[in-house]
């Protein structure tokens, strides 16, 4: 009997740990961070203004500072030495630089190739654990509709149109008693429309690393998308630097889908059925070539950390998730469509859009 509660709880834990990744472009990032100013002047030795009339000078034609200019009509110092006296420089130095407009970019043929809409599918392949369940395997695939055109600096850059993924689909488990499906696209589900997002530049130090890289090397069209992050139900300012969730009472963790829970809702239909309250980080890089004119197809290497809340009505999901991804199995394909696409157009036509091979559909999830 003792054995058959402690298998019980393992399934139940498994079907909730779940795969999936992918590229997409967030909503601003939230600063949960509290800044205190000081307003207060009396306090405040460096804003703190000395009135007493017997301080002002007798005689108010001749300056108190021998430094300043004994010439009105002169312009004084600036009062932050900071600030640059270059007429020709910014007035403010954090001001960011003018940009030239993207319909004056000059790009090459190579480049020329690439800019426009493209239809993305992406499928990845991972096998998790839990303290109680080892080495669940995963599959999730991604539908989303992308942009790849200059940005200001013209550069190529690679966007997500409308700020959605078009579609999450997956599987989990490799029994009768663990399979489950995870409900990403139910319509209160936010999974494919709310998220953080870093692209590489936007990762201190990273700041000259671009995005996409495009090359002809030997005649073959190379593709590469940059390591990029994704989060949910938590606050980061560097995820490439900062420990993953690991404590419920973590200060990042916030309510990220504004449903009433805990750090962000899942759902998921199976053996045991119900939601999940977590935290996930993701990162995604893609390699690949051009196949064909207006097709392009490769790997995904990618990570995937997940931190199940403790507010879980099911406690058997309490804690961490380990999860072993296979970038062999884990592939993707863009094939440029009419700018005009969207998600529901290419939803509809998923079938006829896509022709890349599933190197998971004849692999036993195992």
């Not at 494919?192 to 996409?212: R, V």
């Not at 045991?272 to 990162?283: E, F, K």
């Not at 070539?289 to 997940?306: F, L, M, P």
Request: hydrophobic share 30%; aromatic share 6%.
């Amino acid at each position: 009997m003792k054995k058959f509660v402690i298998s019980i709880v393992a399934i139940c834990a498994t079907l909730f740990f779940v795969s999936c990744g992918g590229d997409s472009k967030t909503p601003e990032k939230v600063d949960d961070t509290d800044t205190v100013a000081d307003t207060d002047t009396n306090d405040n030795p460096d804003t703190a203004t000395d009135t007493d009339p017997t301080d002002e000078p007798t005689n108010p034609d001749e300056p108190t500072n021998p430094d300043e200019p004994t010439n009105p009509d002169e312009p004084t110092e600036p009062t932050n030495p900071d600030e640059p006296t270059d007429p020709t420089e910014p007035t403010n130095p954090t001001d960011p630089e003018p940009t030239t407009e993207p319909g004056d970019c000059e790009l090459s043929e190579l480049e020329q190739e690439f800019v426009g809409t493209w239809a993305q599918k992406i499928i990845l392949r991972s096998k998790s654990s839990t303290t109680l369940a080892k080495n669940v395997p995963s599959v999730t695939t991604r539908y989303l509709v992308v942009e790849i055109k200059p940005d200001a600096n013209c550069k190529l850059d690679f966007n997500k149109k409308a700020n959605q993924i078009c579609k999450t689909d997956n599987r989990t488990g490799d029994s009768a008693l663990n399979k489950g499906v995870v409900k990403f696209n139910e319509p209160d589900s936010k999974f494919n429309t709310i998220f953080h997002h870093w692209k590489p530049a936007d990762i201190a130090g990273q700041e000259n690393i671009p995005y996409l890289e495009i090359a002809e090397e030997g005649g073959e069209k190379t593709f590469k998308l940059n390591k990029d992050w994704e989060l949910r139900g938590a606050n980061m300012e560097n995820p490439a630097a900062e420990n993953m969730i690991s404590d419920k009472n973590d200060s990042r963790i916030f309510d990220h889908d504004n449903d009433g829970n805990a750090a962000f809702t899942i759902k998921f239909n199976g053996f045991v059925s119900g939601p999940m309250y977590y935290v996930q980080r993701l990162s995604h890089i893609l390699t690949g070539k051009v196949v064909a004119d207006g097709k392009i197809e490769g790997n995904v290497e990618w990570t995937d950390e997940q931190f199940a809340h403790p507010d879980t009505p099911n406690t058997t999901l309490k804690g961490q998730k380990t999860t072993v991804t296979d970038t062999s199995k884990s592939v993707f394909q863009l094939v440029k469509v009419d700018d005009s696409m969207d998600c529901a157009t290419l939803l509809e036509q998923a079938d006829t859009i896509f022709d890349i091979a599933d190197p998971n559909t004849d692999v036993p999830l195992d």
